[in-house]
């Protein structure tokens, strides 16, 4: 299932991206990641909040493919209760993108409804993936040529319930999907068994459905992995040993909502 991972991450490399902040020298930093989708015709970029409250104190940048661009202020956010960001647990930002941003982002992709996994009523035996941009590997900005090297995670897994965490975050569960997430042993982006990195920095990130891991048909030769994008992370809950994220149609819902 490791060339599924690998077609999931070279397909959707260009619609999920890196978000960064700038010191007071305008030099960027890293916050966290987001992923590029298309409604009804409307192009928007789809991050946690937590990464979009960063606007409090710097302006947000999203990494295109050879430059970083300026994004606006202009972020819907789900509601903090009484305040507190950490109690959101559906934690979700969107940017309308407006048309001069467009043009500065034209060598990215968007992800639409057809490549969208808006129903998904039975994830057991389903391999997901997860895409972002981990803090520790994207610290790296080479200021005489204002370059910045990026680097996408990748972590495949399976969607787990849980009663007890749902309970906690007082969810149903309907809403969101629970990535197992071992946090030791993972695979790196070339496939290599590695220690797991601290998934701080994918939040906004992108979570696929690859498929039915009990499915013949996946493991043949000529097989085509279609990835479909399933959420948007917001949290690594380590109690749990899961990642969290949010179901791209509660999104949509959100989206259609405010729009």
Avoid: W
């Amino acid at each position: 299932m490791d060339e599924c991972a690998d077609v999931g991450a070279d397909k959707f490399i260009n619609s999920v991206r890196p978000i960064y902040g700038s010191d007071e020298r305008e030099n960027p930093y890293h916050i966290g990641s987001c992923v590029l989708i298309q409604v009804n015709d409307q192009k928007i970029i789809v991050t946690a909040a937590h990464v979009a409250d960063n606007l409090n104190i710097s302006k947000l940048y999203i990494g295109a493919k050879s430059k970083l661009v300026e994004l606006g202020n202009e972020f819907k956010s789900t509601v903090k209760p009484y305040g507190k960001r950490g109690d959101d647990h559906y934690d979700i930002s969107f940017l309308k993108i407006s048309d001069s941003l467009q043009r500065d982002l034209d060598e990215l992709s968007f992800v639409n409804e057809h490549e969208m996994c808006l129903r998904l009523d039975y994830t057991k035996g389903r391999q997901f993936l997860a895409l972002g941009y981990p803090r520790s590997k994207n610290k790296k900005y080479f200021a005489q040529d204002r370059l910045i090297k990026s680097h996408l995670y990748k972590y495949s897994s399976v969607v787990k319930n849980d009663n007890k965490l749902c309970k906690r975050l007082g969810v149903s569960g309907d809403q969101h999907l629970f990535l197992d997430f071992n946090s030791k042993k993972s695979r790196d982006y070339n496939g290599n068994i590695v220690n797991s990195l601290n998934p701080q920095g994918i939040s906004g990130g992108a979570m696929l459905d690859m498929g039915r891991l009990a499915n013949p048909n996946q493991y043949k030769t000529d097989a085509q992995c279609i990835g479909r994008l399933a959420g948007i992370f917001i949290e690594h809950k380590s109690e749990f040993k899961v990642m969290v994220a949010v179901r791209i149609n509660c999104i949509i819902d959100m989206i259609n909502k405010y729009m």
